[in-house]
Nanobody, 118 residues
């Protein structure tokens, strides 16, 4: 079955960096748009970044532009989120999402906690 497993979350001080990874299995990775979302209690789930395949076109949420970078390695079936200049408001559970290129269906990972202390 399809599995998306996030890793790399943790506790970091403001201004620091983290790199999240999402390893996918059970699907043809190159057929999926990969995205990162985040959710904090009491808020809607927010798109952080997405990357297409092929082509590797990227898009970012306004709050992370210039600080976060999404990338993918289709040989390793993995998508990454490099997060720099972290702020306390980046504290959230970060989720990986795989959306089939037709947009017809998608899969979610279980999430990884990122906590940024001030």
């Amino acid at each position: 079955q399809v599995q998306l497993v996030e890793s790399g979350g943790g506790l970091v001080q403001a201004g620091g960096s983290l790199r999240l990874s999402c390893a996918a299995s059970g699907l043809t990775f190159s057929n999926y748009v990969m995205s990162w979302y985040r959710r904090t209690p009491g808020k809607e789930r927010e798109l952080v970044a997405g990357v297409t395949s092929p082509g590797g076109n990227t898009n970012y949420g306004d709050s992370v532009k210039g600080r976060f970078t999404i990338s993918r390695d289709n040989d390793k079936n993995t998508v990454y989120l490099q997060m720099n200049s972290l702020k306390p408001e980046d504290t959230a559970v970060y989720y990986c999402k795989a959306t089939y290129k037709s947009g017809y269906f998608s899969y979610w990972g279980q999430g990884t906690q990122v906590t940024v202390s001030s």
